[in-house]
């Protein structure tokens, strides 16, 4: 692995990280990190969060990292962790090392 | 028992079929691409002969299942949840769906057996349990109604009570005699149906004048398509990833078992595999080359991988696949890895968040589309992919 690529990837996982305990949080979910898998669905089947819980992630993920993300962009992106660092990502977050 | 060759007819002559855990399932009735369309657009309908239902009553029904789901059973009467039956080293042998309705529970699901699962059930019931082990595969077969319009061909069928139901929720239907479970692994509007094998050509009939009517068409789709559209929108396919050594731990499906319930099948090999912790993860990739099961994936010339599925997809364009990654690479939004593939061609591959797909049936309101009316509907733009 090189540097570029490893700097890239620890980053993608401080990102994951700090979404997941955001999720947990918010949502109140009796779960720990790593048992959040990045890509299991948030809603329906999966961890099984309602509407309520995804305005509270919104809330909590623009208040850790500062950015506002677009309400167009909300219902499209609340899809899985993964699809949130995304957002979050377009919205131009940044986390620190 | 019946034959099933009837069953791989039922929706008309599949042009291509395949064994699924031994039984012949309609594969495809067309090009693939036209039915994982119909899936993406409209309704489509699919039989899956090789699916199974046991049912599980008595006193003691719930303890009988209890030690054998690796999930807690909080589950109420017309209610289902998603889950898996794990092998003592917890890799996962069938997709499964647990309800309880008024007589009792119910597991239903793809891969394996009715037969493997009753006697799974029998080995590990407590000692003494009154239950009631029973097929009830052996006289229903499951149609699965799928698409951002399937609400609509069932309610045109069987009232508009339909529209009501939540996700993982089912009930019996005294018009068609079939359990119907809101249910599906395509990411648009799904229904299962367990249908008396006896009526299922005439439910079917009747789906179609009922689809007729409101100028909705209702696609036959095969396994094919279904498997692409599982695929595109994450959902576990036991047939492939599923074949592969892995335990709900690399495969991303913590959250259909418990990490805390004891006494399940592979209970203290997923224990054990949480203690040393995963060395590798299933990755969604997408390219514009063929990818298939089998190919490696590399970083330079380090392998890193191997690509589990794979599938083109007509609505993004691209082959979509899912990959075991070695864990420091498993992480989406990377453009540097290429597949190096079994016929010698390297291919430029880039990870994603799945779904692949912006699904239409996100877009539908029941209570206020319909398919004749879709041009109403602000449909967002289908590929999700970079």
């Not at chain 2, 094919?224 to 595109?232: D, I, N, Q, T, Y």
């Not at chain 2, 797909?357 to 009316?373: D, K």
């Amino acid at each position: 692995m090189d540097e570029p690529l490893r700097t890239q990837l620890e980053r993608r996982q401080r990102f994951v990280d700090r979404v997941r305990r955001a999720l947990i949080d918010a949502a109140r979910l009796p779960f720990e990190p790593d048992e959040v898998d990045p890509d299991a669905p948030l809603f329906g089947t999966g961890l099984g969060l309602d509407s309520v819980d995804a305005l509270e992630l919104v809330v909590a993920v623009e208040r850790e990292f500062t950015v506002q993300i677009p309400e167009s962009r909300v219902h499209a992106g609340l899809r899985t962790v993964n699809t949130v660092v995304d957002l979050l990502l377009a919205a131009g977050a940044e986390v620190r090392a | 028992m019946s034959d099933p060759v009837d069953l791989l007819s039922l929706l008309g002559e599949p042009a291509e079929s395949r064994a699924l855990a031994g039984v012949p399932v309609p594969w495809r009735y067309g090009p693939v691409d036209d039915e994982v369309r119909a899936v993406r657009e409209s309704a489509a309908l699919s039989v899956l002969p090789h699916a199974w239902r046991v049912r599980v009553e008595g006193p003691d029904a719930r303890d009988v299942l209890d030690a054998v789901v690796p999930r807690e059973l909080y589950v109420r009467e017309g209610q289902s949840r998603a889950t898996l039956l794990l092998n003592d080293d917890a890799t996962p042998f069938a997709d499964v769906y647990v309800a309880l309705d008024e007589r009792g529970w119910l597991l239903y699901g793809e891969g394996a057996s009715s037969s493997r699962v009753l006697e799974l059930l029998r080995a590990r019931a407590p000692a003494g349990a009154e239950v009631t082990l029973a097929d009830a595969s052996t006289d229903a077969v499951l149609l699965a109604l799928s698409g951002p319009f399937a609400w609509e061909a069932l309610t045109e069928l069987e009232g508009p009570d339909v529209l009501g139901m939540s996700y993982l929720t089912h009930y019996e239907s005294r018009g068609t005699g079939a359990q119907v479970f809101r249910a599906g692994k395509t990411g648009e509007y799904g229904f299962d149906l367990w249908a008396p094998r006896s009526s299922a050509g005439e439910l079917v009939a009747r789906m179609r004048a009922a689809c007729a009517r409101v100028g909705l068409p209702l696609a036959p789709v095969g396994y094919g398509a279904l498997s692409v559209c599982a695929l595109e929108n994450h959902f576990f396919d036991v047939f492939c990833e599923g074949a592969r050594a892995l335990t709900p731990l690399e495969l991303q499906l913590q959250w259909r078992v418990s990490s805390r319930k004891e006494g399940y099948p592979g209970a203290e090999a997923m224990r054990a595999r949480r203690a040393r912790g995963i060395t590798e993860r299933v990755t969604s990739l997408h390219a514009g080359e063929e990818l298939s099961p089998g190919d490696a994936l590399h970083f330079g010339d380090e392998r890193i991988g191997s690509v589990l599925s794979a599938g083109f997809s007509p609505c993004a364009g691209k082959w979509v696949a899912l990959a075991v990654v070695a864990l420091p690479y498993a992480h989406s939004g990377v453009d540097r890895y290429e597949v190096r593939t079994a016929r010698g061609a390297r291919v430029a591959v880039r990870t994603h968040s799945p779904p692949a797909l912006n699904n239409r049936s996100l877009a539908v309101r029941p209570s206020e589309h319909s398919y004749e009316g879709r041009g109403d509907v602000r449909f967002a733009e289908t590929s999700r992919l970079p």
